[in-house]
Protein backbone atom coordinates (compact mmCIF):
# COMPACT_ATOMS: atom_id res chain seq x y z
CA UNK A 1 0.00 0.00 0.00
CA UNK A 2 1.25 3.27 -1.02
CA UNK A 3 1.44 5.93 1.71
CA UNK A 4 0.57 9.17 0.89
CA UNK A 5 3.07 12.13 0.63
CA UNK A 6 3.82 14.25 3.84
CA UNK A 7 1.31 17.57 4.20
CA UNK A 8 4.72 19.13 6.42
CA UNK A 9 5.17 21.88 4.09
CA UNK A 10 1.45 22.59 4.13
CA UNK A 11 1.19 22.84 7.82
CA UNK A 12 4.28 24.98 7.95
CA UNK A 13 3.13 27.34 5.71
CA UNK A 14 -0.08 27.66 8.05
CA UNK A 15 1.58 27.72 11.01
CA UNK A 16 4.41 30.20 9.99
CA UNK A 17 1.64 32.14 8.51
CA UNK A 18 -0.61 32.29 11.75
CA UNK A 19 2.34 33.25 13.65
CA UNK A 20 2.75 36.52 11.36
CA UNK A 21 -1.17 37.20 12.13
CA UNK A 22 -0.13 37.05 15.93
CA UNK A 23 3.07 39.04 15.64
CA UNK A 24 0.96 41.87 13.64
CA UNK A 25 -1.67 41.63 15.65
CA UNK A 26 0.06 42.15 18.84
CA UNK A 27 3.47 44.27 18.02
CA UNK A 28 2.68 45.95 14.44
CA UNK A 29 0.56 48.78 14.30
CA UNK A 30 -1.67 48.20 11.36
CA UNK A 31 -3.64 51.33 10.36
CA UNK A 32 -5.90 49.91 7.76
CA UNK A 33 -7.64 47.57 10.62
CA UNK A 34 -8.33 51.05 12.15
CA UNK A 35 -10.18 52.34 8.62
CA UNK A 36 -12.05 49.51 7.82
CA UNK A 37 -13.67 48.72 11.53
CA UNK A 38 -14.56 52.87 12.15
CA UNK A 39 -16.30 52.49 8.64
CA UNK A 40 -18.37 49.78 9.73
CA UNK A 41 -19.14 52.12 12.82
CA UNK A 42 -19.61 55.17 10.80
CA UNK A 43 -22.21 53.02 8.20
CA UNK A 44 -24.11 52.05 11.39
CA UNK A 45 -24.61 55.88 12.61
CA UNK A 46 -25.07 57.20 9.57
CA UNK A 47 -21.73 59.05 9.15
CA UNK A 48 -20.01 59.08 5.65
CA UNK A 49 -17.60 55.90 5.78
CA UNK A 50 -15.82 58.00 2.65
CA UNK A 51 -15.28 60.93 4.24
CA UNK A 52 -11.30 62.17 4.93
CA UNK A 53 -10.18 61.39 8.10
CA UNK A 54 -7.06 63.38 9.11
CA UNK A 55 -6.17 60.40 11.20
CA UNK A 56 -6.55 57.77 8.75
CA UNK A 57 -6.04 56.73 5.21
CA UNK A 58 -9.60 56.59 3.22
CA UNK A 59 -11.96 53.48 3.06
CA UNK A 60 -12.14 52.42 -0.42
CA UNK A 61 -14.31 49.46 0.44
CA UNK A 62 -17.57 48.73 -0.55
CA UNK A 63 -21.14 49.42 2.20
CA UNK A 64 -21.60 45.42 2.41
CA UNK A 65 -17.41 45.55 3.21
CA UNK A 66 -17.88 47.80 5.75
CA UNK A 67 -21.03 46.23 7.56
CA UNK A 68 -19.48 42.64 7.65
CA UNK A 69 -16.41 44.30 9.48
CA UNK A 70 -18.81 45.01 12.37
CA UNK A 71 -18.67 42.08 14.19
CA UNK A 72 -14.52 42.97 14.19
CA UNK A 73 -15.42 46.31 15.64
CA UNK A 74 -16.75 45.31 18.71
CA UNK A 75 -13.84 43.41 19.77
CA UNK A 76 -10.67 44.21 21.21
CA UNK A 77 -7.90 45.61 18.67
CA UNK A 78 -5.13 43.13 18.78
CA UNK A 79 -8.02 39.97 18.62
CA UNK A 80 -10.03 41.40 15.84
CA UNK A 81 -7.05 42.06 13.93
CA UNK A 82 -5.61 38.69 14.61
CA UNK A 83 -8.89 36.99 13.97
CA UNK A 84 -9.21 39.26 10.71
CA UNK A 85 -5.98 37.86 9.44
CA UNK A 86 -5.85 34.74 10.26
CA UNK A 87 -9.49 34.33 8.11
CA UNK A 88 -7.97 35.61 5.35
CA UNK A 89 -4.69 33.45 5.39
CA UNK A 90 -6.78 30.75 5.77
CA UNK A 91 -9.53 31.58 2.78
CA UNK A 92 -5.81 31.72 0.98
CA UNK A 93 -4.55 28.04 1.46
CA UNK A 94 -8.07 26.57 0.83
CA UNK A 95 -8.23 28.88 -2.42
CA UNK A 96 -4.50 28.13 -3.76
CA UNK A 97 -4.88 24.30 -3.01
CA UNK A 98 -8.38 24.43 -4.88
CA UNK A 99 -7.11 26.22 -7.93
CA UNK A 100 -3.92 24.67 -7.98
CA UNK A 101 -5.47 21.30 -8.11
CA UNK A 102 -7.78 22.27 -11.14
CA UNK A 103 -4.85 23.68 -12.89
CA UNK A 104 -3.27 20.60 -12.66
CA UNK A 105 -0.92 20.84 -9.45
CA UNK A 106 -2.50 18.61 -6.50
CA UNK A 107 -0.13 20.19 -3.76
CA UNK A 108 -1.18 16.72 -1.40
CA UNK A 109 0.18 14.41 -4.43
CA UNK A 110 3.92 15.76 -3.70
CA UNK A 111 6.57 17.14 -1.46
CA UNK A 112 8.59 19.40 -3.76
CA UNK A 113 5.57 20.99 -5.30
CA UNK A 114 4.27 21.86 -1.63
CA UNK A 115 7.66 23.95 -1.27
CA UNK A 116 7.40 25.48 -4.34
CA UNK A 117 4.12 26.54 -4.16
CA UNK A 118 5.36 27.39 -0.30
CA UNK A 119 7.90 29.26 -1.12
CA UNK A 120 6.26 31.38 -4.37
CA UNK A 121 3.21 32.67 -2.63
CA UNK A 122 4.47 32.73 0.60
CA UNK A 123 6.88 36.03 1.26
CA UNK A 124 4.33 38.37 -1.24
CA UNK A 125 0.97 37.00 1.09
CA UNK A 126 2.45 37.42 4.61
CA UNK A 127 3.55 40.57 3.40
CA UNK A 128 0.20 41.71 2.49
CA UNK A 129 -1.11 40.22 5.27
CA UNK A 130 1.06 42.50 7.66
CA UNK A 131 -0.31 45.62 6.07
CA UNK A 132 -3.88 44.54 7.40
CA UNK A 133 -5.79 45.36 4.38
CA UNK A 134 -8.04 42.57 2.31
CA UNK A 135 -6.38 41.91 -0.68
CA UNK A 136 -5.34 38.47 0.74
CA UNK A 137 -9.05 37.43 1.32
CA UNK A 138 -10.02 39.53 -2.50
CA UNK A 139 -7.64 37.04 -4.40
CA UNK A 140 -8.71 34.05 -2.02
CA UNK A 141 -12.03 34.09 -3.84
CA UNK A 142 -10.57 34.60 -7.17
CA UNK A 143 -8.66 31.39 -6.68
CA UNK A 144 -11.88 29.84 -5.96
CA UNK A 145 -14.21 31.54 -8.43
CA UNK A 146 -11.37 30.12 -10.97
CA UNK A 147 -11.60 27.03 -9.44
CA UNK A 148 -15.20 26.37 -9.58
CA UNK A 149 -15.47 27.48 -12.90
CA UNK A 150 -12.71 25.01 -13.95
CA UNK A 151 -14.94 22.23 -12.14
CA UNK A 152 -17.92 23.47 -14.33
CA UNK A 153 -19.65 24.99 -11.14
CA UNK A 154 -20.54 27.91 -12.73
CA UNK A 155 -23.57 29.15 -10.53
CA UNK A 156 -20.96 29.12 -7.34
CA UNK A 157 -17.86 30.82 -9.50
CA UNK A 158 -20.40 33.60 -10.57
CA UNK A 159 -21.38 34.07 -6.86
CA UNK A 160 -17.75 34.00 -5.63
CA UNK A 161 -16.24 36.24 -8.29
CA UNK A 162 -19.56 38.79 -7.87
CA UNK A 163 -18.89 38.97 -4.11
CA UNK A 164 -15.15 39.50 -4.61
CA UNK A 165 -15.94 42.15 -7.24
CA UNK A 166 -18.63 44.30 -4.44
CA UNK A 167 -15.87 44.09 -2.10
CA UNK A 168 -13.22 45.19 -4.62
CA UNK A 169 -13.41 45.97 -7.83
CA UNK A 170 -10.30 44.10 -9.24
CA UNK A 171 -12.01 40.94 -9.55
CA UNK A 172 -13.88 42.09 -11.91
CA UNK A 173 -11.18 41.37 -14.60
CA UNK A 174 -10.88 38.34 -13.90
CA UNK A 175 -14.86 37.40 -14.07
CA UNK A 176 -15.05 39.48 -17.18
CA UNK A 177 -12.44 37.48 -19.66
CA UNK A 178 -14.42 34.33 -17.81
CA UNK A 179 -17.85 35.83 -19.38
CA UNK A 180 -16.10 35.42 -22.89
CA UNK A 181 -16.39 31.60 -22.44
CA UNK A 182 -20.15 32.23 -22.95
CA UNK A 183 -21.34 29.73 -20.21
CA UNK A 184 -24.77 31.40 -19.03
CA UNK A 185 -25.46 29.78 -15.44
CA UNK A 186 -22.00 31.93 -14.92
CA UNK A 187 -23.41 34.82 -16.44
CA UNK A 188 -26.79 34.70 -14.88
CA UNK A 189 -25.53 34.06 -11.23
CA UNK A 190 -22.47 36.83 -11.40
CA UNK A 191 -25.21 39.51 -12.57
CA UNK A 192 -27.75 38.34 -10.06
CA UNK A 193 -25.06 38.07 -7.56
CA UNK A 194 -23.63 41.51 -8.11
CA UNK A 195 -27.00 43.13 -7.24
CA UNK A 196 -27.07 40.79 -4.10
CA UNK A 197 -24.47 42.16 -2.77
CA UNK A 198 -24.81 45.55 -3.70
CA UNK A 199 -28.29 45.46 -2.04
CA UNK A 200 -27.78 43.51 0.71
CA UNK A 201 -26.36 46.36 2.85
CA UNK A 202 -30.27 47.56 2.62
CA UNK A 203 -31.50 45.36 5.13
CA UNK A 204 -29.47 47.33 7.73
CA UNK A 205 -29.41 51.03 6.15
CA UNK A 206 -32.21 51.21 4.37
CA UNK A 207 -32.84 51.25 0.71
CA UNK A 208 -32.34 55.30 0.93
CA UNK A 209 -29.57 55.21 2.93
CA UNK A 210 -27.42 52.09 0.51
CA UNK A 211 -28.47 54.27 -2.16
CA UNK A 212 -26.12 57.33 -0.33
CA UNK A 213 -23.62 54.99 0.27
CA UNK A 214 -22.89 53.89 -3.05
CA UNK A 215 -23.14 57.47 -4.05
CA UNK A 216 -20.37 58.27 -1.82
CA UNK A 217 -18.44 55.53 -2.83
CA UNK A 218 -18.62 56.13 -6.04
CA UNK A 219 -17.83 60.05 -5.97
CA UNK A 220 -14.40 58.69 -3.58
CA UNK A 221 -13.12 56.30 -6.39
CA UNK A 222 -14.09 58.84 -8.92
CA UNK A 223 -12.52 61.74 -7.40
CA UNK A 224 -9.48 59.45 -7.11
CA UNK A 225 -8.13 61.22 -3.96
CA UNK A 226 -6.49 58.54 -2.99
CA UNK A 227 -3.91 58.58 -5.86
CA UNK A 228 -0.40 60.25 -5.27
CA UNK A 229 -0.53 59.56 -1.22
CA UNK A 230 1.65 56.47 -1.50
CA UNK A 231 4.10 54.98 -4.62
CA UNK A 232 2.22 53.18 -6.80
CA UNK A 233 3.77 50.37 -8.41
CA UNK A 234 1.89 50.61 -12.14
CA UNK A 235 3.57 50.67 -15.32
CA UNK A 236 2.39 54.16 -15.45
CA UNK A 237 3.83 55.60 -12.43
CA UNK A 238 7.19 53.33 -13.06
CA UNK A 239 7.73 55.34 -16.31
CA UNK A 240 6.76 58.70 -15.16
CA UNK A 241 9.19 57.94 -12.51
CA UNK A 242 12.23 56.96 -14.34
CA UNK A 243 11.54 58.08 -17.94
CA UNK A 244 9.45 61.64 -17.20
CA UNK A 245 6.53 60.39 -19.21
CA UNK A 246 3.36 61.55 -18.75
CA UNK A 247 0.23 59.44 -17.64
CA UNK A 248 -2.21 60.39 -20.55
CA UNK A 249 -1.62 57.00 -21.93
CA UNK A 250 -2.37 55.31 -18.55
CA UNK A 251 -6.10 54.91 -19.32
CA UNK A 252 -5.71 53.84 -22.86
CA UNK A 253 -2.98 50.99 -22.61
CA UNK A 254 -4.96 49.59 -20.04
CA UNK A 255 -7.95 48.97 -22.33
CA UNK A 256 -6.02 48.37 -25.54
CA UNK A 257 -4.38 45.47 -23.20
CA UNK A 258 -7.57 44.48 -21.10
CA UNK A 259 -9.17 44.14 -24.95
CA UNK A 260 -6.47 41.48 -25.96
CA UNK A 261 -6.69 39.66 -23.09
CA UNK A 262 -9.96 39.79 -23.32
CA UNK A 263 -10.29 38.93 -27.45
CA UNK A 264 -7.49 36.04 -26.43
CA UNK A 265 -9.45 34.20 -23.84
CA UNK A 266 -12.65 34.20 -25.96
CA UNK A 267 -10.78 32.97 -29.02
CA UNK A 268 -9.40 30.11 -26.60
CA UNK A 269 -13.00 29.47 -24.96
CA UNK A 270 -14.55 29.29 -28.74
CA UNK A 271 -11.81 26.45 -29.47
CA UNK A 272 -12.11 24.18 -26.39
CA UNK A 273 -9.01 24.98 -24.82
CA UNK A 274 -10.48 25.27 -21.33
CA UNK A 275 -7.43 23.50 -19.76
CA UNK A 276 -4.82 25.33 -21.19
CA UNK A 277 -6.38 28.98 -20.04
CA UNK A 278 -7.23 27.66 -16.66
CA UNK A 279 -4.19 27.44 -16.00
CA UNK A 280 -2.87 30.65 -17.18
CA UNK A 281 -6.05 32.72 -17.04
CA UNK A 282 -5.56 33.59 -12.94
CA UNK A 283 -1.70 34.95 -13.44
CA UNK A 284 -2.54 36.62 -16.59
CA UNK A 285 -5.44 38.34 -14.81
CA UNK A 286 -3.56 38.94 -11.98
CA UNK A 287 -0.53 40.76 -13.38
CA UNK A 288 -3.08 43.03 -15.60
CA UNK A 289 -4.19 44.01 -12.15
CA UNK A 290 -0.90 45.10 -11.12
CA UNK A 291 0.49 46.47 -13.75
CA UNK A 292 -2.28 48.87 -15.24
CA UNK A 293 -4.47 49.59 -11.99
CA UNK A 294 -3.06 53.02 -10.46
CA UNK A 295 -3.95 51.75 -7.27
CA UNK A 296 -1.69 48.93 -7.41
CA UNK A 297 0.54 48.95 -4.08
CA UNK A 298 2.93 46.79 -2.35
CA UNK A 299 -0.27 44.86 -0.34
CA UNK A 300 -2.22 44.84 -3.93
CA UNK A 301 0.89 42.54 -5.47
CA UNK A 302 0.08 39.40 -3.65
CA UNK A 303 -1.99 38.66 -7.28
CA UNK A 304 1.37 38.41 -8.56
CA UNK A 305 1.98 35.00 -6.88
CA UNK A 306 -0.54 32.57 -9.43
CA UNK A 307 2.51 33.89 -11.75
CA UNK A 308 5.18 32.41 -9.53
CA UNK A 309 3.95 29.62 -8.69
CA UNK A 310 3.13 28.76 -12.54
CA UNK A 311 6.78 29.40 -12.95
CA UNK A 312 7.99 27.25 -10.11
CA UNK A 313 5.72 24.27 -11.48
CA UNK A 314 7.77 24.18 -14.76
CA UNK A 315 10.77 23.06 -12.37
CA UNK A 316 8.91 19.81 -11.99
CA UNK A 317 7.06 19.94 -15.42
CA UNK A 318 10.64 20.33 -17.63
CA UNK A 319 13.81 17.62 -16.63
CA UNK A 320 15.32 18.77 -19.48
CA UNK A 321 15.43 22.16 -18.31
CA UNK A 322 14.91 22.06 -15.24
CA UNK A 323 17.96 23.90 -13.90
CA UNK A 324 17.00 26.57 -16.27
CA UNK A 325 13.51 27.34 -15.22
CA UNK A 326 14.64 27.42 -11.39
CA UNK A 327 16.74 30.26 -12.72
CA UNK A 328 13.67 31.82 -13.90
CA UNK A 329 11.51 31.01 -10.95
CA UNK A 330 14.39 32.63 -8.53
CA UNK A 331 14.81 35.55 -10.32
CA UNK A 332 10.95 36.20 -10.26
CA UNK A 333 11.37 35.72 -5.95
CA UNK A 334 13.95 38.16 -5.84
CA UNK A 335 12.20 40.68 -7.75
CA UNK A 336 8.81 40.71 -6.53
CA UNK A 337 8.66 39.75 -2.61
CA UNK A 338 12.25 39.21 -1.37
CA UNK A 339 13.57 43.30 -1.61
CA UNK A 340 10.61 43.99 0.13
CA UNK A 341 10.75 41.97 2.78
CA UNK A 342 12.70 41.79 6.04
CA UNK A 343 14.93 39.44 4.37
CA UNK A 344 16.84 42.31 3.45
CA UNK A 345 18.62 45.17 4.74
CA UNK A 346 16.27 48.42 5.39
CA UNK A 347 18.69 50.50 2.85
CA UNK A 348 18.54 47.93 0.25
CA UNK A 349 14.48 47.51 1.24
CA UNK A 350 13.94 51.23 0.66
CA UNK A 351 16.27 50.87 -2.23
CA UNK A 352 14.28 48.28 -3.96
CA UNK A 353 10.93 50.05 -2.89
CA UNK A 354 12.04 54.20 -4.21
CA UNK A 355 12.95 52.40 -7.69
CA UNK A 356 9.94 50.28 -7.44
CA UNK A 357 11.35 47.39 -7.46
CA UNK A 358 8.52 45.18 -8.12
CA UNK A 359 7.21 47.05 -11.13
CA UNK A 360 10.11 45.46 -12.52
CA UNK A 361 9.30 42.29 -11.24
CA UNK A 362 5.52 42.04 -12.75
CA UNK A 363 6.76 42.99 -16.00
CA UNK A 364 8.96 40.13 -15.67
CA UNK A 365 6.62 37.45 -14.41
CA UNK A 366 4.50 38.21 -17.14
CA UNK A 367 6.82 37.81 -19.67
CA UNK A 368 7.71 34.65 -18.47
CA UNK A 369 4.14 33.34 -18.15
CA UNK A 370 3.63 34.14 -21.20
CA UNK A 371 6.11 32.83 -23.03
CA UNK A 372 5.26 29.63 -21.03
CA UNK A 373 1.82 29.50 -22.13
CA UNK A 374 2.71 29.98 -26.01
CA UNK A 375 5.44 27.08 -25.67
CA UNK A 376 3.08 24.76 -24.00
CA UNK A 377 0.48 25.60 -26.91
CA UNK A 378 3.02 25.33 -29.42
CA UNK A 379 3.54 21.85 -28.11
CA UNK A 380 0.42 20.23 -26.87
CA UNK A 381 -1.04 17.94 -29.24
CA UNK A 382 -4.72 19.90 -30.84
CA UNK A 383 -7.65 20.51 -28.72
CA UNK A 384 -6.08 19.73 -25.36
Not at 81 to 92: E, G, K, N, V, Y
Not at 138 to 150: D, N, P
Not at 351 to 375: D, E, I, M, P, S
Request: glycine fraction near 8%.
Amino acid sequence: MSLKPSRSPFWFFIALTLGICAHTALFKWTPPYDVVTQAARNIVQGVNPYAPNPQLDFFKYSPLAGLLMLPFSVLPDALGTFLLLALQASLFVWGLDRWARVAGYPLSTSVPMQWIAFFSVFFDAALSIQVGQWNVGIFALMLLGAAQYAEGKYARSGLVLSLGTNLKLFPFTLALCLLTGRQKRFWAAFLAGLALWFLLPSLVVGLRGNYRLLTEWYQLMQWDVTRGQDPMLDIATFFSLHFGTGESFRTPLAVLVGLLIGVTTFLLFRKGDTPVIHRFLLPINGLYVVLFSYLSESATSVVATGGVFLIGMQVLEDEKHRSRKVVLWLIALVLIPMFYSDLVTHNMSQWARGFHLKTLGYLYTTVVVLTLFWKQRSQAPAGT
